[in-house]
């Protein structure tokens, strides 16, 4: 049977509209992923990484005094009002992140400092006037292709489970861990850790035949809803996104293991920055 060339039209209109607003849904991404980056404490503003050491030390362009002891990072403000989640303080304070991967940020005056542990703890100095950031005109990206739209298969771990990985430039890390993505790509199994993101579903990071040459070697993280009833997860590389490590020497991102290096070339998502931080 013919099928009337009505129906042709329709169809073809149909497929045109799915493109259009896949399209304009990556730019709205995009968007928000660049203006994310412009906003006066992103990570563009980074512009020093230090070690805390068990004395208390000033260091320069960081307010107040800091060290670390017993899995516990210490600020004395040496007069100076500080704020941390809305609440002002001086004197000495502590900040327990031992365990949690995260970043916890101090407001001192024009300034930010963010706390994160990894077996010792670092501050990061976040100054709004970087050279970085008044530079900002964007991330390269590859344009949006939904070809690079693939669904995977949830294995889910026990409540709980933490998976070890490697970081960039520091040492091994317990990452918390939902379970795994398992995704066959042109004829070979990948596996993909999936953690928690913070501000709900899932995260995972990776490395492709992209990665070195016009995307971040060390990886690019790819944030992904929870799975449906049947276990399927999309995962859509074309908002595939580079981590704090690719604009500037922040050695807490995670680096892949070898199941979640993918041999063919994702060219989708985020590509390397064009200025690093610091």
């Known amino acids: 049977m013919n099928t009337a060339p009505g129906n042709d039209v329709e169809s073809r209109s149909a497929a045109v509209g799915a493109v259009d607003d896949f399209v304009a849904g990556w730019k709205e991404w995009k968007a928000g992923r660049d203006g994310f980056l412009a ?130 430039g520091w040492q091994d890390f317990d990452y918390d861990s939902y379970g795994r993505v398992h995704l066959t790509l042109a004829g070979k199994q990948y596996s993909f850790v999936a953690m928690p993101h913070p501000m709900g579903g899932m995260t995972t990071v990776f490395t492709d035949g992209t990665s070195g040459v016009t995307t971040y070697p060390a990886c690019r993280s790819l944030d992904f809803p929870a799975p449906d009833d049947d276990g399927n997860v999309v995962l859509d590389f074309n908002r595939a996104a580079n981590l704090p490590c690719a604009f500037y020497d922040n050695p807490v991102c995670p680096i892949p293991p070898p199941e979640s290096r993918l041999e063919v070339a994702v060219e989708a998502g985020e590509k390397t920055p064009q200025r690093r931080a610091g």
């Open 39 to 168: 906003q006066p404490f992103s990570w563009l503003s980074a512009v020093d990484t230090i070690w805390l050491d068990r004395a208390p030390q000033q260091y320069p362009g960081v307010p107040g005094e800091w060290w670390q002891g017993d899995g516990v990072a210490y600020v004395d403000t040496l007069g100076q009002a500080m704020t941390y989640e809305g609440e002002e303080f001086t004197g000495v304070r502590s900040f327990d992140m031992a365990g949690n991967a995260g970043e916890i940020r101090v407001t001192a005056g024009r300034v930010q400092i963010g706390i994160s542990y990894r077996q010792d703890y670092m501050i990061i100095l976040y100054d709004p006037d970087s050279e970085a950031r008044a530079e900002f005109t964007g991330v390269p990206a590859y344009q949006p292709d939904p070809a690079w739209v693939l669904t995977g298969h949830f294995e889910p771990a026990a409540a709980g489970s933490k998976t070890r990985l490697e970081t960039v």
